[in-house]
C-alpha cells in the first residue's frame, strides 16, 4: 500500500513536466519583481482604463453561463482587482521607475472609485440587488483598509460619502450561513475604520461562527461543512484576520481572537506552501478554480505580514509564488484579444467556470500579488531564489518533518 501511495504522488507532481507548454522567459535583466508589477498592471489595465473613463459597461466583455452575471461583473472586477492590487499602491509613490507606476495606478485607482460610486454616473455599481453585491463590495471595503493612506485619505468628502453610502446599501443583503458571514463582517470593519461606527453583531457574528466551524490543522469549514477548496485562502482566513485586525486598531478587545487566527493562518500557510509542486503546479480542487493563482492569497497575506512560519524562508516563496503566476498567465488563452482575463484555470477554460462565474470573477488573482506590497528593499525581495518544499523533497533534499497545529 505504501509503495502504490508513492507512486501516486510521484505520478501528481510529475505529471505536468510531460505535458507542460515551454515557459516564456523572464526579459534579461528583468527581475521577479519588475515581472509581477508587470504581470498586475497586465491584468489591471483593461479594467482601470474603461472604467476610469466611466466606459467600462461599454468595454468589458461578460463571459458567462447564466445572463443574470451582467449585474454583478463590473463590481466583481473592480473590487477583486483592487483588493489584490492595494498593498502595491499603498507604498506610495516616489521618484523610481517603480514608484512613478505606482503613481499612475494610484491615480487611476482614485478615479475609478469616484465613477463606481457616482450615482449619477454611468458605471455605477451594483451594491444592494440581488445577493452578490455584499461579496464584491466587501473585496472593495478589503481594499480600502488595505490602502487607506492612498485610496481613502486622498479622495474628496463627495466621493467618501458616495463609498460609505454604497457600503451602508448592501446591509439589506443576507449573507448565506457560510464564509458570506465575513463578506457583511468585512463591510463593517470598513465602516468601523472610516465612517466610524460598524455594526457589532455583524461583526461579532462573522467572527464567533468561523471559531466555531474550526476544523483544526489551520483549516475552517465553509460553514458548518467541511470543503476540500481553496476557500480558506479566497476568502476565510485573510478577510477574518483583516477584521480582526481592523477591531485591535478600534481598540476593541480582540487580542486574543487575532493571536488565534493568525496562529491557525500560518499553519495553513505552511500547507499552501507544500502544495505547490516542483513544476509549479498545484492540485485543481474544488470549486472557483477559475480564480487561478488567487487561490494563494493566504501565503501571500502571510508572507506580506512577515508571520511566515519556521523554516519557510522568503526567498522560497518568492520563488514559488511567482512560478506558479508566471506558469498560468503564460498558458495561451488567459486573455482575449484585448486583454480581458477569460475564463480558465490553465489558460480558457470555459468548461471550469460555475454558474456564479463571469469575466469579472476573474479578477480575484490579483490577490496573489499581496507580496507587492513589501517594498523592493525587504529582505523578501534580496538573495538568490531558493527551492520551496515541494522542490526540495522532490529532489532528495533532506527536510523536516511536517506537523499539525491544534
Known sequence: MNKYISCLLFLFFSSTVLFAQPETKTAPG????????????????????????????????VEAKTADRKNYTYLEAFGRLLAGMAPWLELGEDRSPEGQRRKKYIELARICLHNATDPKGPDFMNFNSGEQPVVDAAFLAQALLRAPHQLWDPLDEQ????????????????????????????????????????????????????????????????GPDFHWDYYNSYVIQPMLLEILQTLLEADKNQQGNFNRALQRARRYAAVQERLISPEATYPPLGRSLAYRFGAFQLLAKITLLKELPDGIQPQQVRAALYSVIKKQIEAPGTFDEKGWLQIGLYGHQPGIGETYISTGSLYLCSEAFLILGLPPSDEFWQGPDADWTAKKIWMGTDTPTDHAVD
Request: proline content about 4%; cysteine-free; hydrophobic content about 35%.
Open 159 to 222: 466621493t467618501k460619502a458616495n463609498i460609505i453610502t454604497a457600503l451602508k446599501s448592501t446591509r439589506v443583503i443576507k449573507p448565506y450561513y457560510s464564509n458570506w458571514l465575513l463578506f457583511s463582517g468585512m463591510i463593517e470593519a470598513a465602516l468601523l475604520k472610516f465612517d466610524h461606527y460598524g455594526d457589532p453583531m455583524r461583526l461579532d457574528y462573522a467572527i464567533r461562527q468561523h471559531q466555531l466551524w474550526y476544523k483544526g490543522d489551520g483549516t475552517y469549514g465553509d
Open 30 to 61: 528583468q527581475t521577479e519583481r519588475e515581472y509581477l508589477i508587470k504581470t498586475l498592471t497586465r491584468i489591471a489595465d483593461p479594467v482601470l482604463e474603461a472604467l476610469s473613463k466611466n466606459e467600462l459597461r461599454q468595454q468589458m466583455p
